[in-house]
């Protein structure tokens, strides 16, 4: 079983920054890609930013610039530091990830919780 454990959400005033972190835990044979997601009440899900196991990095055109993914393979961590934020950036963001394990060998897809990021004045 894998578990995904988003941590450093909260409140910001616009033009702030906040670093969130998506640890990986469990049997883990391989992990592939790692990504965050956000989603807004009454909104589909949509992805914010993904970075393979190779290193290379996808990110929606909203946060270009502002927010950069990054992971320690060591750890099964992944890293989204946010600058600039914008109310518009207040959802619930999600850690998404592929990962196969060490008893079956097959690759599933998890999600973690949730956690809440607030821009706000």
């Known amino acids: 079983q894998v578990q995904l454990v988003e941590s450093g959400g909260g409140l910001v005033q616009p033009g702030g920054s906040l670093r969130l972190f998506c640890a990986a835990s469990?049997?883990?044979?391989?992990?592939?890609?790692m990504g965050w997601y956000r989603q807004a009440p009454g909104k589909q899900r949509e992805l914010v930013a993904l970075i393979t196991n190779s290193g290379s990095t996808n990110y929606a055109d909203p946060v270009k610039g502002r927010f950069t993914i990054s992971r320690d393979n060591s750890k099964n961590t992944v890293y989204l530091p946010m600058n600039s934020l914008k109310p518009a950036d207040t959802p619930v963001y999600y850690c998404?990830?592929?990962?196969?394990?060490?008893?079956?060998?097959?690759?599933?897809?998890?999600w973690g919780q949730g956690t809440q990021v607030t821009v706000s004045s």
């Open positions: 469990g049997s883990i044979f391989i992990i592939y890609a």
């Open positions: 998404n990830s592929d990962i196969s394990l060490c008893d079956t060998r097959l690759r599933e897809n998890y």
